[in-house]
């Protein structure tokens, strides 16, 4: 795997993938070990795809006058059931577009797909299992279950993210202020994470609860 050649892994989770312990992202979520390098995702998700939803200018005043800073929202995702999300921040563009999609690796999430809507047959993977709602600042987003064929209805910010996780109908709602594109974006990622959350595995919730309190590293 040439992107990661000279990759030294210093978690427990990657010497796990180093080593082929852990062969996916589905083994290695479920670990409940916390994701820390994004060479990780390199390695387990080879075909992820990045794409920038926002860049502002940021100004800051400090002791020695304005300074000015970039702030860029990326999502990741491999059109497959596996997204992330993240910020970053840097004085160059180029810089904080690297840094968000960094971040955004280590905030990978196994997307809840299915055939959640009535008019469609159980065992797809088209859409969503249930209705998946998220919040940022004032921006609500409710992502529902569409039948097989109906397309992505929503803002363009939500369906890029839909996109990118691989799920190809649904319905969705937004409400507040949605023109702020990094918390409509967050809201949309936010609703797919709850969904997915619903469905932690008993054992990566302890381990999380092991890791928390300390006793795992």
Request: some cysteine; charged content about 25%.
């Amino acid at each position: 795997m040439s992107q990661n050649d000279g990759w030294e892994p210093v978690t427990r989770l990657g010497k796990q993938v180093q080593d082929g312990e852990i062969t996916s992202m589905e083994e290695a979520l479920e670990s409940g070990l916390p994701l820390k390098e994004h060479e990780i995702v390199d390695q387990l998700l080879p075909g992820m795809e990045d794409e920038v939803l926002d860049i502002n200018m940021v100004q800051r005043m400090t002791d020695s006058g304005r300074r000015v800073k970039f702030r860029c929202v990326v999502v990741v995702g491999n059109r497959d059931g596996y997204l992330g999300y993240a910020e970053g921040r840097d004085d160059q563009v180029g810089g904080a577009i690297q840094k968000a999609i960094e971040v955004a690796k280590l905030n990978v999430i196994s997307v809840d797909r299915g055939s959640g809507s009535w008019e469609d047959q159980a065992g797809g993977v088209n859409s969503l299992t249930r209705r998946a709602e998220g919040k940022a600042g004032s921006v609500e987003v409710e992502v529902i279950p569409a039948p097989q064929g109906l397309g992505l209805a929503g803002a363009e910010t939500v369906r890029n993210i839909l996109e990118l996780a691989g799920i190809q109908d649904a319905w969705t709602q937004s409400n507040g202020n949605t023109r702020t594109t990094v918390n409509l974006a967050k809201a949309t990622f936010n609703a797919l994470e709850n969904a997915s959350q619903a469905r932690t595995p008993d054992r990566a919730r302890r381990v999380q609860r092991e890791a928390e309190d300390g006793v795992s590293n």
